[in-house]
């Protein structure tokens, strides 16, 4: 490891380094005893190809199985690569949403989360995200990674987070049993609490979920306070459709900067709206390329769907700190071009996949 | 019906915009709307639930018009429902879209138009109906100074998810406006004209943008109109799943029925039992779904049978059309559907199939006519949206059971003990005595009730 420094694996977040030398990097990473994961040691052996050696460069990720669903049991420790050392530096253990069974798991070292944060900054900054701001932050504070993400951006962009809690598992939990109610006020609750710091705080930037931006947008007397104070409201979570955007920016909250995340646990990370989107056009997202990357696919043959056209994410992530290639997303979205020089696509109009939907005959003519 | 959420729209066909509070409002988000045949015949934007949401906030702040004032725009609303070019379609071309879309005979549809635009026009009249004799309607009534009864909205806000079977659904809800509800419609998306040209209409006739409201949407958004609303009435997937709040006032399958009792001949009665079933192309909730006789019920099913089985098939836009068409698609699921249904029951008319293709991707859904062996059959409730009837014995020992649920009851008979049965049973909407169709109705007269007893209620008023 005498040369580790020069390897693709520890470039700062602008370095754009080669993709087919950062796979190859990483897998050298991941499957050298004294570097890789014990997962991804203890997996390799049941791959039907060497990674050292088959894997010659991006387009080989395909080669590797879908292994999100093992991360439900595997024992974090086992997840994190040997090459960190006896102390690895981990910000924290994190949780996918956990819709589809049981939560997958991932760990996120410090490396990593600081090179994301610093790339997304970048992109806050595009966005014109005016720096040294108290930012608001209506996300879950954990176990999912965009409350740590709100944490580090906050106080390295701005100045203070102030958050609010926000269980997304409870809720979806009320809405499954009918209990419908319950989610409003439980909703509801979250925003009074919202509100009280948006009163009392000069909060400049806010992270939200569509839902509760949409709750926000119900009381007057918040919207007044959000035009009064804020700048900036970054979003994610959940999608916002192209119409709802051009109602805030026309309508709602004409004179602040909205920019949407299109994340996800399993790839530690986020994508960011791409600046520029004409109003009504849905918001392209582009990916952290080449450490995070999207593949947008028919969802049979697995091969990529004509730009334009509509299929189902795969997502890739694949650095130092985390190799988690060919995860198939519950969401579809429509096949972007990636940015000059970016490998893999971008993703637009996200939408969760639909539901196969018989012809149901229902009696009564009503 | 073929509707179904699309990326790339289409600049060849008319895109139907939501009205809201500042006048039309189009959106990327739009839905397909498909004629019989599966080609494209309009767009409908779909608003998103944050636009449905300050729209009810919009309705909520606008204070009601003048009663005068509702009443005159209610006329005016009528007669340009009828008449006038409303968003770019004559009521020819508006006939001709729903009659293309809702594969309902053309001439089904103009009868709609005009008993819409009647039904519309006289809504201020007809709604007093409902009015207890005891209330007045202002509380400047000289009545007041001494005491009375003051009959007053519910809530504001009425929540209108039309069901999409017929046009003329669209006739009772304007008695909403009358009574000084600020209304919001969500169309049906199976057949959106209706409800766009009354709403165009409405507002053209005086009420502003404040007072109704058109309200395309998906799912999420069509649940924010209900739950933005003090009341709501109408009948889609929104509307079913709040069926049992006391605040939404549910259309239900009309199952309705014809009874001929011993002593009558039903011979002379086949004209009014036929139109019942076949009327309107046989798709509305007063369409007779069952007939039961008392006596052997084989003559008249094979007689009914004789007659549905002439019937032409022919498409929709036909001027001798009488039979309903729908995709083919959705005709082959209803056609299993029927037969799996019809098991155990005499097949007369349709037993082995009832539909007819076209050869463009629709079909004419042709009549079927079931014998059951009992006036308890489990099919005697099967309401179908094509003309399709069960026919059943019916005994002094059945009594009343198999009669309930039922929205039109046409009894022929001169039985008085049994006529006031009828009259008592609480689950028959409206009872119709001797050979009047079932299909039957004047303005002024319930429905299934009158909208008003659920939109209004009285309070007590005195003065000094």
Partial sequence: ?366 | MGTAPQEDSNPQVPVLDALGPSGAYRTHNRQQILDVTGAPLAEMSLAPALFVNRTMKALRGAAPLPAPERAAALARAGELFRTATLGGFSPQEYEQAVTRVSGLPVNVVRTATRTCAERVGQSYRSVLFARPDGAVSDWRDPLARTGQALWTRRGEVLAVHVPGNHPGTHGFWPEALALGYRVAVRPSAREPFTAHRLVLALREAGFGDGQVALLPSGHEAADAILRGADLAYGGDEIIRQYADDPGVLSLRPGRSKILLTAGTDWREHLDMIVDSVVRHGGTGCVNATAVLLEGDPAPLAGAVAERLAALPSLPPSDEKACLPVQSAKSARALETYVLERARGTRAWLGGTGFVDELGDGSAVLRAAVHQLDAADAPQLGAEMPFPCVWIAPWTRADGIAPLRDTLVLTAVTEDEALIDALVAEPTISNLHIGSHATHWHRPGLPHDGHLGEFLMRSKTLVRV
Avoid at chain 1, 114 to 140: C, E, M, Q, Y
Wanted: net charge negative; aromatic share 8%.
């Fill in chain 1, 1 to 366: 490891m005498a040369r580790a420094e020069l390897s693709p694996l520890d470039l700062p977040h602008d370095a754009e380094p080669d993709p087919d030398e950062l796979v190859r990097a990483a897998m050298r990473w991941h499957f050298t005893p004294a570097t890789g994961s014990p997962f991804w040691l203890r997996r390799a052996a049941s791959l039907e190809f060497d990674p050292l050696t088959d894997v010659k460069g991006y387009d080989d990720l395909t080669l590797f199985p879908n292994v999100a669903n093992e991360l439900r049991d595997v024992p974090a420790a086992d997840l994190v690569p040997r090459g960190y050392g006896e102390h690895p530096d981990i910000v924290g253990v994190f949780e996918s949403g956990g819709t589809t069974g049981a939560p997958k798991r991932v760990v996120c070292p410090r490396d990593w989360l600081d090179k994301l944060v610093d790339w997304s900054n970048a992109n806050l900054d595009v966005h014109g995200f005016p720096r040294g701001a108290d930012w608001l932050g209506i996300t879950p504070s954990g176990p999912h990674i965009v409350g740590e993400i709100f944490r580090r951006s906050a106080v390295t962009h701005g100045r203070y987070g102030f958050q609010v809690d926000l269980d997304p598992r409870w809720v979806k939990r009320l809405i499954a049993e009918g209990r419908g109610a319950q989610a409003n006020a439980y909703a509801e609750h979250v925003v009074d609490q919202a509100a009280h710091i948006l009163r009392t705080q000069p909060i400049g930037v806010m992270t939200v979920t569509p839902p509760l931006l949409e709750r926000i947008a119900q009381r007057e007397d918040l919207v007044e306070l959000v035009n009064e104070k804020v700048r900036a409201i970054r979003w994610g979570g959940t999608q916002m459709d192209a119409d709802t955007e051009q109602l805030y920016r026309t309508d709602i909250f004409p004179d602040t900067v909205l920019y949407g995340h299109y994340g996800s646990t399993m790839i530690l990370g986020i994508a960011g709206q791409r600046h520029g989107t004409p109003l009504g056009e849905p918001c392209v997202f582009d990916t952290f390329s080449p450490y995070i990357t999207f593949q947008v696919v028919d969802p049979h043959s697995g091969a990529p769907v004509a730009y334009g056209r509509r299929g189902q994410v795969v997502m890739h992530h694949v650095s130092k700190a985390l190799l988690l290639p060919n995860n198939l997303e519950r969401d579809t979205a429509i096949r972007v071009a990636a940015p000059d020089g970016r490998i893999g696509d971008s993703a637009a109009g996200i939408a969760p996949v639909e539901r196969f939907e018989d012809e149901a005959v229902i009696e009564g003519v009503y």
